[in-house]
């Protein structure tokens, strides 16, 4: 090989070298963008003037999470489809620019545009916001979407977090959740004193009054404390999910039904400041892309969950069933601490209030529309 055949291909690795740097260097530098149909590529090529609107969008829950996880990600590829590229929403996983119970906090103060969470989080904070997320022995979750959208469910909780500098904007909803993994069998309430357990939202505080010790845990630090016995038992999410998070290596015990959560819902919440800032069109876009999200969500939660109980004692978990006696127990606990937390915040007893009346004039039409339960 000649001199001159070496320098020129010395000069093509030097140039190639280089290009590679600066590509690599590059996707160091900005966010992943993660819900488009288009590639990372494609999507930061896009001339800024096509950009009109791009968003920092933290979720609570890991986007490889089946159901519970993947929602977000599918709203923002809609939100990008439908603009052409011109709206964007980066979704950020937890933690990575915000801890997943400080989403709401983050978004209050213009930290960041947007961000996608279960509201039962805030009920430290904004104690009605429980029963916008999850009401035991509440409504199905058809029965929810048709409060939020006919019987002022959405105009109550944009009042509710209105105070709070925040939009929320339902988007996402699942069926009901598992009772909870227990490594022994519950036979009666009983067996729940002294318990210490991993619950959220109101259903904590029934459990509390039953004589658990309840501690609240992101979804990624379950695992381990049941693995290392910090707790005895936990409820978290859908059979799809919590077997992907192992609890049933650790906690044989899987009971229904979903009590304390059967319905979850899930709200895109958006900065005030930020969502009076949008022209109407931008405001239709995030409403019609949520409420797709709605349903898909809840086709996806409800479509995958019998092949995964199916499965279940292939692998030695034992999915049972809460009995009738535990089951009216906790409804009257239930009553009682909803009447309680009424009590408590004026805000609480409006929703509440609203929730009660929904279902009992909705009643007349469920109890005589839908085939008996037995037939």
Known sequence: MSGKQISNKAALFAVAMALAVGFITSLAVRPVHIGTSQSLDSSETQSASQVRVRWRVPVVFQTTWPVLGDNPV????????????????????????????SITDAVRDQKIEAGYTWLGYDQGKIPASALVGAVPFGMEPWEYSAWWFEGNGKNLTETLYKKHNIHPIFCG?????????????IQSLEDLKG?????????????EQLGASVTMLPGSEIFQALEKGAIDATEFALPIVDQQLGFDRVAKYNYYPGWHQPFTASHLIVNLTTWDSLDSNDQSLLELACTA????????????????????????ALPRVLSLEILRELERVTRRVLEQEAERDKDFAVIYESQLEFRQNYSHWKSRAYLPRDF
């Open 293 to 316: 999200g709605v349903i898909r969500n809840l086709s996806s939660s409800e479509g995958k969950q019998g092949a995964v109980v199916a499965r279940f004692e292939e692998t030695g």
């Open 195 to 207: 318990l210490k357990i991993r619950f959220a939202g109101l259903g904590g505080k029934v459990i």
């Open 74 to 101: 599918y709203v923002s590829q809609m939100i990008n489809d439908a603009s052409r590229g011109a709206f964007l929403l980066d979704i950020f996983e937890p933690n990575e620019i915000v801890p997943p119970f």
């Open 173 to 185: 909803m699942t069926g009901p959740e598992t009772a909870g993994w227990f490594r022994k069998p």
